[in-house]
């Protein structure tokens, strides 16, 4: 799924436009009990109320695309009968009304999802009828399409409010808060099937992770069947470690600024482009000549690119390089630069000792405070 894709079924999580049928939950303890379970019509819940349920669901789907947000692939053993992709098509063909199906997806989320606190599964089952579209990409609502019938899944964590101080307004008067337990924002969720090209993906599904560090291998593999891509600081380390091996003594200031500004070249140009732009090792290559790249060093490449990452690898240019600073650090400094003016920075020796030098005019400050820059 892409963002424009993502952000057409975020829409159908409000009032106008809601799609959601039913709503499904349980509170399961730092010690994996189930303390209690809902069954709800959805659009029989009080409006405050789904409101909130709305900003659940819309979190599930938000983030960066590669980083919290990952399109995953069922391989084709779990799409066979007992398999984990057969299992949720099961479960959303039953629109959520077989105890049997929910306890069993409850039981396989509490035994394979890491976390020692309070948590709430939440499930709901919705129905998507997709307008078709005219020529000049205008929707028309009364020519449906297909039904895009999906499951949204979000694991939110329940923890106990903080002690404080709070007005009573019946006793006009200051006293202690009553502590609740508060469901707070998802810390993982699921979209399945995947809405591909306003289409029904019974082959993928869409994955999210509040921390795109913590991703949680095993619960994915277990629960889908499904590997999880490299993470993003997985994949920044491993661009780095393909770029300081292939260059080896030419890895050098101006060298990454050239790589640098030469890949956000690359994504100023894909920017209107759906798919978030990638890097391949062919692609890695193309930019690494671009930059100045000496050709011998360029052969060995393939190899490192293999050893760090695999053949196949893909990094998305997001994760290994921010498109929007630029950053020097040394020991006891760190300088930020305007990406578009990262020339500004250079490297000398002088009187036989390496620096960074800045070029600056006026408009200096340090810690808030203008200051003049020494003239000679």
């Known amino acids: 799924m892409n963002k424009k894709e993502i952000s057409e079924i975020k829409k159908q999580f409000t009032p106008e436009h809601c799609t959601v049928t039913r709503l499904c939950g349980c509170y399961v303890d730092g010690e994996k009990n189930k303390r209690t379970e809902m069954k709800e019509a959805f659009l029989s819940l009080p409006e405050e109320e789904a409101f909130k349920y709305f900003e659940i669901f819309r979190k599930t789907l938000s983030g960066t695309m590669g980083k919290n947000l990952l399109n995953l692939d069922f391989p084709l053993d779990t799409e066979m009968p007992g398999g984990t992709q057969e299992f949720l098509v099961k479960l959303k063909n039953s629109r959520l009304q077989e105890d049997v199906l929910l306890e069993a997806f409850y039981d396989r989320i509490i035994e394979t999802y890491e976390y020692g606190e309070n948590y709430l599964i939440l499930l709901v089952h919705g129905i998507y009828d997709v307008p078709g579209k005219t020529s000049d990409n205008e929707e028309l609502f009364d020519a449906s399409e297909e039904v895009y019938e999906y499951l949204l899944c979000a694991v ?207 408009g200096v400050e340090v810690n808030g405070i203008p200051v003049n820059a020494p003239r000679q």
Not at 255 to 271: G, P, S, T, Y
Not at 308 to 320: I, K, R, Y
Request: aromatic share 8%; with cysteine; proline share 5%.
């Open 156 to 362: 939110c964590p329940v923890k106990l409010s903080k002690a404080g101080l709070s007005y009573d307004a019946q006793s006009n008067r200051f006293g202690t808060r009553t502590r609740d337990w508060l469901v707070e924002q998802p810390m993982a969720g699921f979209l399945f099937p995947a809405f591909r090209d306003r289409s029904t993906d019974l082959h993928s599904m869409l994955y999210y992770s509040k921390n795109p560090e913590e991703l949680q291998e095993n619960f994915a593999q277990s629960m889908f069947g499904c590997c999880l891509p490299m993470s993003a600081g997985g994949q920044r380390e491993t661009f780095n470690a393909i770029i300081q091996e292939t260059l080896g003594e030419d890895c050098d200031y101006e060298m990454v600024r050239n790589i640098h500004e030469n890949l956000q070249a690359l994504a100023e140009e894909k920017k209107d482009e759906p798919e978030p732009l990638t890097l391949d090792k062919t692609q890695m290559r193309h930019i690494l000549a671009q930059s100045g790249v000496q050709p011998e060093k360029l052969e060995a490449l393939e190899e490192h690119y293999r050893a760090a990452g695999g053949e196949e690898t893909e990094l998305l240019a997001s994760n290994v390089m921010s498109l929007r600073k630029f950053e020097v650090k040394a020991p006891n400094v760190v300088i930020q630069v305007n990406p578009e003016r990262a020339d500004l920075v250079e490297t000398r020796v002088i009187d036989g000792r390496r620096y960074l030098v800045i070029a600056v005019d006026d």
